[in-house]
Every structure is written in C-alpha cells, then in structure tokens.
C-alpha cells in the first residue's frame, strides 16, 4: 500500500531517526493533492459504541475509477486505525467509494492485515462482533457523543493509586492535599497468577491507609479499558492466562468490598487529561481541551474536551498510527508499525540506547533498565541527550497529527519519561517543531509540563477524586 501513497521527509529530522515519515505530512500532503485536483468526493467514517454513541469523521478520497485512486486504501487505513484507537467502536460504517470500503472491510477482518484490531475490538473490549458495513456517504448515522464529568472530588480522607507496567503509585490523601505518595516497583505483566495482582495493588492501599485516622475513598488508573470497575483488557494482565481471566475482571470489586469505601478505577489516559486539568486550574488556567499524555511503560493519553468533561472515547494512542515509513518499528502486541507506544514510552528509550552505544542492563525490572538510562541522561551522556531530542521530535510531529482529531487548547506531558532533564529536552524539541512546520497550531496550543511531582504522582493524586462520598 505504502508504495502508491506519497511520503515526505520532515524538515527536522530526528537526529536518531533518518527513515521518520510523519503521519501529518503524508496526510496533509494528499489532502492539498485532492483539494489541487478538484476531483475528491466525501468519505465518512462513523464509529458505534455499545451505548449507542457515534462518532462521526470526514474526509476525502479519489473516485472509483480515477488514476490515483491506488492511493485511497493506505491514507483510509490508517485513518481508521487512528479513529479506532483514539474513539473506539464494534460497528464502523464507511461512506463513499465502494471499492475503498471492500477493501477495508477485508483489511478489518478475523483474517485480515488488521486481525488484532478485529479480535481485539471486538471480542475483547466490546464483547461485540466486530462489524464493517461499506455504505454511501449519506447512509452513516449521525454523530451522537456522550460526555461526562470525571472526578475532581477532594474533600475527606481519600487513596489514589496509578497501576503502571513498571511501578504502582499510590497516594493518601487528606481534603485534596498528599500527605504520602509512594512508588512500588512491580512486575505485572510477567505474572500468570491473578493473586500477585491482587496481593501488590491491596498491601499498597493498605500501607496508604495507615497513614490517615480513617478511609473514605479509593480511586485508581490504570492501563486498559475498564467498564463499571471491571478490566475488559489492559497490556498489565497480559501474563493472564484467559480461564483465569474472571479473577482479574472481579479484583476491583472484591477489593472494594473489602475496604468498604466507594471504589472507582478508570482508564489511565482520562486520569492524565483530568490530571492536567486540575494542575492547570490550580495555576488559574481554563483547563478545558486538555491531552493528556503520558510516558511510561507505553504511551497513555486522555482527553478533557471543550466542556470540561470526558468523553466515550478509548483514547489509546499507544496504537494510534504517527510514523508511516515502511520499516518504522513494530509495536509487538499488535503487530503494526509505527504506532504510539514505540515513540513516547520507555520502549523509544530501550529502542533508541543501543544507536548511542548505551548498554541496557539485563536481569534487572524495566523500571531499572529506564533509571539507568536516565542516569546517563542526568550525567551529560551525549547520545542519552539525542535520545530525548529524537522524542521531542516525534512529539511534535505526532500533536500536529493528534490536532486533527481532537480539538485541542493543552497538551500536558506526563510520565515516568519526563522525569528529570527529559521532559524539558522532549518539550522543547516538540516546541521546535510546532514553531517550524506548524506555527498557527504552536500559536493557539499550549504544550507543558506539569511540574516534577505531578509528572511522577500527579495521576495518583487525580485518581484519588474520582469517587464522590456520601
């Protein structure tokens, strides 16, 4: 596919990434071929959810029939991958050619290129057939977006906790101020027993309720999708063997009997968003429009739209498609290339160590392979630098891209990535980049940092106001 489509260079090339194609260019460069032609005809993504919710996106693509119509399937693709991702659906319509919609109907099949896609939407997170109708333009639904409100509850004794691949997080706090916060290494991905789950996540709230005279709520994030406190699917219970499954499905709701306190758990990408938000209102910010991104394990992003609430969306950029050079590197879960989780996690960092001459040591957690990368970082190491630098590039390539599909007024950078000098090298180069390619986007965005304690805890402490008491 990759060959009919046109990909460009950047004009700032990431010092550790020669072959980088970046989504917004490639998009934008066949968006003003289609505009120069005058021959475009409407193409309408509509993406369903099991509320009944409808996403609408549209766009253009050549005819049937047209000389350059070869060039329809790999634009559509990854669009749709991005839309997946990013809104989520079971039932996709896709209106206008037909051909183009066979396509990647086939493309979006059990057997399909996209076959994770297909299982994964479907039969894991949805528990719904993952369903593509090829329709007209005119026969997608109509957009039907759901929001609400998340969190920002502080008053009484209250546990937050961020469930990450490396580290869990927990904070107690008492009416919205952190009287402890702590960082527990972890592994859970590699674990096949629901119990070592259970045992880690419940000795780090207990140790958080110690430190306050009583408990009045807990409230968590974590990776994954989380449907009324129970996992459908998160990259931390990977080792899981699916009989056992259930056990992890009901660990929330077990753990909240057990404490007794109103229990909430959602997506850590809205935790980021909301996150961002209330650091921005804390500063006298109007914090809605807010991305959220964190960089940890893999790349988590949340979303505060214009009205201050969350949407229905997935939000999971990690396989959210940014680099679409024909070797761009491949996420492992998934299978596809040049997604999210491979430029804005520790994965980049691993990735990117062995150009520099940076040695990762083995036998050791991840956390403690990032910490020691990070410590080279912290020495002056010149290639731990380009690495950072070669990140800030991709990000700010990747929010031009983002700004497409969201309406965006900040984007906050949080994570374990951005501890340090990293996250400073990260802004500043995506900063760079918004200046010279995008300069209305860079004039009408704000892009931060919160500060070093936000960025390590900061998701903690929100997740704690998620439940409301009484």
């Keep these: 596919m990759t060959a009919t489509f046109r990909l460009l260079k950047p004009n700032l090339v990431p010092s550790l990434d020669a072959g980088f194609r970046p989504a917004v260019l490639a998009n934008r460069a066949f968006a003003q071929e289609l505009r120069d032609s005058g021959d475009g005809v409407?193409?309408?993504?509509?993406l369903e959810r099991p509320d009944g919710s409808i996403s609408r996106f549209e766009t253009q693509v050549y005819p049937d029939g047209h000389p350059r119509a070869v060039a329809n399937l790999f634009y559509a693709e990854r669009v749709l991958k991005f839309l997946l991702w990013q809104r989520g659906g079971w039932k996709v319509y896709l209106g206008g050619p037909q051909s183009l919609g066979v396509s990647l109907?086939?493309?979006?099949?059990?057997?399909?290129?996209?076959s994770f896609d297909y299982h994964f939407l479907g039969e894991r997170i949805y528990?719904?057939?993952?369903?593509?109708?090829?329709?007209?333009a005119e026969a997608v639904p109509a957009q039907r977006e759901r929001a609400q409100p998340l969190g920002r509850?502080?008053?009484g004794y209250r546990i937050g906790f961020d469930l990450g691949a490396s580290d869990l997080k927990v904070s107690a706090l008492i009416d919205g101020q952190a009287i402890y916060s702590a960082e527990i290494v972890w592994e859970p991905t590699e674990q096949i027993d629901p119990q070592y789950h259970y045992d880690h996540i419940?000795?780090?709230l207990k140790t958080a309720m110690s430190k306050m005279p009583r408990l009045d709520a807990i409230g968590g994030?974590?990776?994954?999708?989380?449907i009324e406190n129970r996992p459908m699917v998160a990259s931390l219970y990977r080792g899981i063997p699916d009989e056992r499954f259930d056990q992890i499905r009901d660990m929330f709701l077990r753990i909240q009997r057990e404490f007794g306190v109103p229990l909430e758990i959602v997506n850590d990408g809205e935790v980021t968003a909301l996150a961002g938000a209330m650091s921005l209102e804390e500063n006298g910010l109007q914090g809605n429009g807010v991305l959220g991104i964190a960089m940890g394990s893999s790349e988590a992003a949340g979303y505060v739209n214009a009205g201050g609430n969350i949407t229905g969306w997935l939000n999971e950029l990690a396989f959210a498609p940014v680099d679409y050079a024909p070797d761009a590197p491949?996420?492992?879960?998934?299978?596809?290339?040049g997604v999210g989780a491979r430029y804005f996690s520790q994965q980049c960092v691993f990735r990117l160590a062995p150009q520099v001459g940076i040695e990762l040591p083995t036998g050791v957690t991840n956390a403690e392979k990032l910490k020691s990368v990070q410590k080279e970082l912290e020495a002056g190491h010149p290639g731990a630098i380009q690495i950072w630098e070669t990140?800030?590039?991709?990000l700010g390539y990747a929010l031009a891209h983002y700004a497409n599909f969201y309406d965006l007024k900040h984007v906050l950078i949080l994570g374990r990535c951005t501890s340090g000098t990293g996250g400073p090298l990260i802004l500043e180069g995506a900063k760079e980049v918004l200046a010279a390619e995008f300069p209305e986007l860079a004039a009408r965005v704000l892009v931060q940092l919160p500060d070093e304690k936000s960025r390590r805890v900061g998701q903690s402490i929100a997740a704690a106001s998620l439940p409301a008491i009484g």
């Excluded at 409407?42 to 509509?46: I, W």
């Excluded at 994030?221 to 989380?226: I, L, R």
Aim: charged letters at 20%; aromatic letters at 14%; a negative charge.
């Design 221 to 226: 994030s974590a990776a994954g999708v989380y």
């Design 153 to 155: 509850h502080l008053d």
């Design 105 to 114: 109907k086939n493309v979006y099949a059990a057997d399909g290129e996209r």
């Design 391 to 394: 990140m800030g590039t991709y």
């Design 202 to 204: 419940v000795t780090a």
């Design 330 to 337: 491949v996420e492992e879960w998934s299978g596809d290339r």
């Design 42 to 46: 409407p193409f309408v993504f509509g």
């Design 127 to 136: 528990q719904k057939p993952f369903t593509v109708i090829p329709c007209t």
